[in-house]
């Protein structure tokens, strides 16, 4: 068992205000994080999906990679930088608009995913060269490392995650909110990004939605990150989201948590993230694990990771078995709670391909006993990202 003590956890610059708003701390991936409030997980749960919730991401992974060959510049110089991360994703990046975002996934040479992150075009013309990258928090030093040592000559990574906070702001009202400290917020797209002015500092918005709802992503210095926080929170809109209404709210809009739903022996295709794969990575490939990926697309993977529906009342969680009528098990349950928005217990997991049908009937073993269950469409609820 490890020794690790509070004292040796990292914090955010955001952990003061955590433990002053009268959060309950908790460890997680090496940080001291807020895991609730005083609203409770449901009530920032319901709050979120009703009208803003603010979330500390600062644990996660910023960087910028650039294009080492100074000599180019505009397309040219994207087209290096994009040709160089294809090398280790199968995200489309050369085709990324400037400002444009995309969901993407770093993998291993057997197309494992070592983890997801988004990769973000910069949009201002003397800057283009240079992607915006946002990886997991517990997957941070591996993945830079691998970065810079698989595209060491090509591209030069720049870690700004000791320099720079995150935040989320999600939410129908986080548009409203956020439009009233920084007026570009309401013409962002979804999956853009803009570079503003926070706190008389230069900042980074990105607009998306990990928890189903219209929100962004604020990319601040550490500096200035405590009180552009306290700004948000003084609005009637606004209050502080901890880690575990992240995870309901994740889980009720379908989306994977890394080293839960997906890891290095999950494939893309295995996790049902084959739509982030676009027809041209498809047809070229050249990305780590192309020719089982490829492949799975063609002919099917041996197992799928599905939406579930447990009948009753009661959660089946994280390890629950999934058998079939001969009591064979036949997957695993990898994320399942009760989803305060669907008001009925909801999961995901994986099962062999056979199983993986809408409508097909499961057993999960809950607790050592059966329990029907169903496999159902993702997500639970109905997205409301802004389109």
């Known amino acids: 068992m490890g020794t690790q003590t509070t004292e040796d956890l990292l914090k955010t610059p955001l952990h003061g205000l955590h433990v002053e708003l009268g959060a309950k701390m908790v460890p997680f991936a090496g940080y ?76 291993n040479d057997n197309g494992g995913i070592m983890d997801d992150l988004m990769v973000t075009r910069s949009r201002q013309p003397d800057a283009q060269g240079m992607l915006f990258l946002v990886v997991n928090a517990g997957c941070k030093e591996n993945d830079f490392r691998h970065i810079e040592e698989k595209l060491a000559g090509r591209a030069k990574l720049n870690r700004i995650d000791q320099e720079r906070s995150l935040l989320a702001l999600q939410g129908p009202e986080a548009a409203n909110v956020l439009a009233r400290f920084v007026p570009e917020a309401n013409d962002l797209g979804f999956m853009e990004l803009r570079r503003v002015e926070i706190e008389g500092e230069r900042a980074l918005i990105t607009r998306s939605g990990y928890t189903g709802e219209d929100g962004y992503e604020i990319c601040v210095m550490n ?24 995870d309901s709210l994740r889980l009720e809009a379908g989306l994977c948590l890394y080293g839960h739903d997906i890891d290095e022996t999950t494939t893309p295709v295995e996790a049902a993230l084959t739509w982030s794969i676009g027809k041209r990575r498809r047809e070229e490939g050249g990305f780590p694990g192309a020719q089982k990926i490829l492949g799975q697309i063609a002919d099917g993977a041996p197992r799928k990771r599905v939406g579930i529906r447990p009948e009753g009342k009661g959660p089946a969680r994280e390890g629950t078995e999934v058998v079939d009528t001969n009591g064979n098990v036949i997957g695993t349950v990898t994320s399942g709670g009760f989803g305060p928005t669907a008001n009925a217990p909801v999961a995901m997991g994986y099962v062999t391909k056979e199983f993986a049908k809408k409508g097909t009937p499961l057993t999960l073993m809950v607790r050592g006993k059966p329990r029907a269950a169903e496999v159902v469409a993702m997500p639970f609820i109905e997205k409301r990202y802004r389109k």
């Open 32 to 107: 001291d994080m807020p895991v609730q409030y005083k609203l409770g997980v449901l009530g920032e749960h319901l709050h979120t999906r009703n009208k803003a919730g603010l979330f500390d991401v600062s644990h996660m992974g910023p960087a910028f990679l650039k294009c080492t060959d100074e000599s180019l510049t505009g397309d040219a110089a994207h087209e290096a930088v994009a040709e160089a991360l294809e090398t280790l994703i199968p995200g489309d990046i050369k085709g990324l608009a400037p400002g444009q975002m995309r969901y993407t996934q770093l993998l």
């Open 223 to 246: 500096g200035v990150a405590e009180a552009f926080a306290r700004k948000l929170l003084a609005e009637q809109e606004v209050e502080p989201i901890g880690l575990g209404a992240r």
